[in-house]
């Protein structure tokens, strides 16, 4: 199960490289620098695109390391072009795609500690259940949105991303 969580949370940050091409095709048709979308935000009280991908990214690494019972690596959050948020999505799936299925052999037993909540834990399912999977749906989601505001064309089938049918 924790493996298959991830591999779907991991095709969900993939799928941002998408909206990026189609963000990048997007400003050249139009003559502007694709990178205005890294501070863009859907409202004033909002964080920006680039804060969103980072924070997709973060959960994702974190989730794929504490529930394999290993320490996340930790990025800088220095992105300021859309190459560098490419750079860093491509990071983050690789590691995140380093971990086997057997390194999720103990991951309901993981007790996760959250720097936001000092004394308290998650178990590796809460943690995967309540944290991982719609933190990184949700900052997906806020960048998709940001950049769909923005005029980008891409809709529900780019933020799915590819699915593996069957023949019937």
Known sequence: M???????????????????????????ERGF???????ERLAPDMKPFV??????????????????????????DAEQTIEEVRARIR???EFARGM???QYAQAGEQAV???????????????????????VYFHVAMAY??????GVNIGKMDFLGPINFVDA
């Open 113 to 135: 500690k959250l720097s936001w909540a000092p004394g308290k834990v998650l178990k590796g399912s809460e943690y995967l259940l309540q944290m991982i999977i719609p933190n």
């Open 51 to 76: 804060y969103q991908v980072q924070s997709a990214s973060d959960y994702l690494k974190a989730g794929a390391a504490w529930l394999a019972g290993q320490k996340p690596p930790q990025y800088e």
């Open 33 to 39: 620098d694709v990178n205005v979308f890294m501070t």
């Open 100 to 102: 086997k299925a057997e």
């Open 2 to 28: 924790y493996h298959d969580a991830i591999s779907q949370c991991i095709q969900a940050m993939s799928t941002i490289e998408t909206f990026l091409d189609k963000a990048e095709r997007h400003a050249g």
């Open 91 to 93: 990071k983050t799936v």
């Open 145 to 150: 949105a940001i950049l769909r505001k923005g």
